[in-house]
């Protein structure tokens, strides 16, 4: 290995000569600058990645005082503050400005998305009144039907708010502490084999990702399934690093907790880091094989634990599984959030997508998925650089050792980045474009590994021509994206472009290049790459988000099937989604929060709960959309009309004081205080009245729960108040599900008396009509 060039520049890789020798792991050593013949472990290529994992020395304790000596050991402040004793004294402090600075970041504006999505936000609600409805994760305390996933991610947020009472904050700081905890666990794990830098970086570029931005202030599962999956990563690069079997069980639990927040998606990620660890570990192919096996019974105890006990609990006393068609969580698992996912077959929902480049509700599928007008500001300005890096780093170890840390660390997290890409490039079932949150992690970690890797072996043509093409690539992109969405920023694209270039051009002579020009050349390099993602991340927490489909950056940054003039979010078709512009119920569109449905909590006597706008004014606000249907009637009673609806399925209703004060009064005289079509609908009501409503149908108002007869039942026995017309997708799904919601509706608006509140109508099941 040649010696390293210009060694005064080697701070901006997180590295010094003296440090480069005494910390093994470090990047330095990684790429042969260590100045001790005891750093250098070659492979055949004479590439020095420093030595294999089973030669890394443990973690160095903390500094403690001499036995005998008298001196007081350090405190823990300041060996907190202070780091570890092989970093440069600058990278203690610098993590804990990344964490503070995430924080600071993803709290700013948080309450403007008031309950989020109030699908879940109902579910957190009963799971803080009732124990059982927190177990199963049911959509109200009387448990009549569960969410469509499994409950891991809504508990922490039900605990929140069963301490803290129900508020927007207590339910989405949660999930901003999760999205800071992702940033720790991604700096530690890349700081490990290469540096504290690449580590900063990494954290840096996945906390400035726009949707990692929108969905660590969001109340979906996607949250909690990013951080578990970075965690499994990082246990299995631990492994990797010195064959410990504790690792592999850790991965395994965390895997199967991730299952307990959203299912299958959880185990994207298995096959290429159970091929990895099989040929890479640092023990005997037996020892491999065996510890893969532990982890995989972790797991199955880790996940399992749950699945059993509701597959053996009695059906008859716990809720319906939602979104399942036989009460049934397995079917649910390996169905609707499973095969159907990919195939687009999904008994029960709105409709599937197009597989081979084909075009569905979802948008189009193929290679180019994630870079396309849907997908591609959400998650992919970095991501034409984290393919360059990855094959670089790669290229860089190809004749390294087989136990190479350095090399297992690029294949867990290219193996993960890569195979994420494929299913959800292909899956022909439903796709949101927030599902994207799953990527970030693996393409920062990408980016923080490779750039300072090929920093370190700038002194050679191709790994600066290398990082010199990622920074271009980024900038080019970045270009494209950003003129996407011409009015806004227009200035920037160009700032990005022009300046991409100047950083891209300063690298390939970096090496020739005096301190201060060579670190002028990577600052303008790193800024210009992530400006355009800066620039959305902040347009993202600048603007509250609400409803079941989101999406981050400014308005037209992300439209499902591209339309024009449609919401950020939408789906083809014309179906609403979570844009930005909300359209009154005269037809005028006013800027507002994004997504439609239910917007603040309700404060003071104001009355109700804004749909997407922030004065409390009771009106319902439908969605900005291309021939769809409204999401709701105008006034303030809420969800107007009788039908159905997709407006009403993806974004609650608005609730008005009068529509809360004629559900609250003798609400717990009830078990039920009202029953509704659809989950959304119901939440809204919910979330409003503080009591169980009962969501017909569930999520879609498809699932077959309540029969009719089971319906009629509840009423004869005085459990259910009203009901409340309108909500979920109408004559949707299958023929059997279709006549459960639809026989209920139509049967109690022939058998029971109607009250009308603005334009929202009521039926009062206490108050049968003459003759019924």
Not at 95 to 116: D, E, H, K
Not at 737 to 756: E, G, H, L, M, R
């Amino acid at each position: 290995m040649t010696t390293q060039p210009d060694t005064s520049t080697d701070a901006v890789a997180g590295t010094t000569a003296d440090a480069s020798t005494s910390r093994p792991g470090g990047l330095s050593s990684a790429v042969g600058a260590g100045s001790t013949a005891g750093a250098e472990v070659s492979g055949s290529s004479g590439h020095s990645w420093g030595p294999p994992a089973s030669a890394l020395p443990p973690e160095p304790a903390p500094p403690a005082a001499a036995p005998g000596s008298g001196e007081p050991e350090e405190p823990f402040f300041r060996r907190a503050w202070r780091g570890r004793p092989e970093d440069p004294r600058w990278a203690r402090p610098a993590l804990l400005g990344l964490l503070l600075a995430t924080a600071v970041l993803y709290l700013y504006n948080l309450s403007a998305s008031g309950y989020a999505n109030s699908f879940y936000s109902a579910a957190v609600q009963a799971g803080s009144q009732s124990w059982k409805a927190f177990f199963f994760g049911s959509l109200d305390s009387a448990n009549a039907i569960t969410v469509d996933k499994p409950p891991a991610s809504l508990w922490p947020m039900a605990l929140s708010v069963r301490i803290f009472g129900l508020s927007s904050w207590a339910i989405l700081v949660p999930e901003v502490l999760m999205g800071v905890a992702t940033v720790g666990v991604l700096y530690a794990a890349v700081r490990r084999r290469f540096s504290p830098a690449a580590g900063l970086i990494a954290g840096a570029v996945f906390a400035l990702t726009p949707v990692a931005a929108l969905m660590f202030r969001f109340n979906n599962p996607d949250a909690m399934l990013a951080l578990l999956m970075t965690v499994t990563v990082y246990c299995v690069i631990r492994g990797l690093e010195d064959g410990r079997t504790k690792w592999l069980v850790w991965a395994g639990v965390a895997v199967g907790f991730a299952f307990l927040a959203k299912t299958l998606q959880a185990f994207l990620i298995l096959p290429p880091l159970a091929v990895l660890y099989a040929v890479c570990a640092p023990v005997r192919l037996r020892k491999r094989f065996a510890q893969l096996g532990l982890s995989a019974v972790a797991m199955v105890v880790a996940g399992g634990w749950w699945v059993a006990i509701v597959e053996l609990w009695p059906a008859s006393s716990r809720p319906y599984i939602g979104g399942s068609q036989n009460n049934s969580f397995l079917e649910l698992t390996f169905g609707y959030n499973g095969l159907g996912r990919i195939n687009g077959d999904e008994t029960g929902s709105v409709g599937g997508g197009g597989g081979g480049g084909g075009t569905g509700q979802w948008g189009e599928t193929g290679w180019d998925r994630m870079f396309n007008s849907d997908i591609g500001s959400q998650i992919s300005w970095l991501l034409p650089a984290a393919l360059i890096l990855l094959v670089a780093g790669i290229v860089l170890t190809r004749r390294a050792k087989r136990t190479d840390l350095a090399r297992g660390s690029f294949l867990a997290w290219g193996g993960a980045l890569l195979m994420t890409t494929l299913v959800f490039s292909y899956m022909a079932g439903i796709f949101h474009q927030y599902y994207t949150v799953a990527l970030a992690p693996y393409i920062a970690a990408v980016v923080g590994m490779g750039a300072t890797v090929l920093w370190e072996e700038r002194g050679k043509v191709w790994a600066s021509l290398t990082l010199a093409g990622a920074v271009t690539a980024s900038a080019a992109w970045g270009y494209v994206l950003l003129n996407r969405t011409s009015d806004y920023l227009p200035w920037l694209k160009w700032l990005v472009l022009v300046g991409g270039l100047a950083g891209a051009l300063g690298l390939i002579f970096a090496g020739r290049l005096g301190r201060r020009l060579a670190l002028a050349a990577v600052a303008l390099s790193f800024v210009t790459a992530v400006a355009g993602p800066t620039a959305y991340t902040l347009s993202t927490v600048n603007t509250g988000h609400t409803g079941s489909i989101v999406t981050a950056g400014p308005s037209g940054a992300s439209m499902m099937g591209g339309g024009p003039g449609g919401g950020g979010g939408g789906m083809r078709g014309g179906f609403p989604g979570g844009g930005q512009n909300q359209q009154n119920g005269n037809g005028t569109t006013q800027n507002g929060q994004q997504g439609g449905g239910m917007g603040r909590p309700p404060t003071g006597g104001t009355g109700g709960f804004p749909g997407g706008n922030q004065q409390g004014n009771g009106n319902t606000q439908g969605q900005n959309q291309q021939g769809g249907m409204p999401g709701g009637g105008t006034g303030d009673g809420g969800m107007g009309g009788g039908g159905g609806g997709v407006g009403g399925l993806l974004n609650g209703a608005t609730v008005s004081s009068k529509a809360r004060t004629l559900l609250s009064k003798n609400a717990d005289d009830y078990t039920w205080a009202a029953a509704a079509v659809g989950s959304q609908n119901s939440a809204s009501y919910q979330l409003a009245t503080g009591k169980p409503v009962m969501a017909i149908g569930g999520f879609n108002g498809t699932d077959p729960s309540p029969t009719l007869a089971q319906f009629k039942k509840y009423v004869t026995d005085g459990k259910v108040h009203y009901f409340i017309s309108g909500g979920g997708m109408g004559g949707g799904g299958n023929s059997a599900t279709t006549s459960s919601s639809s026989q209920i509706s139509s049967w109690v608006t022939a058998n029971f008396k109607k009250v009308t509140v603005g334009s929202a109508t009521f039926y009062d099941l206490t108050q049968p009509t003459s003759g019924s």
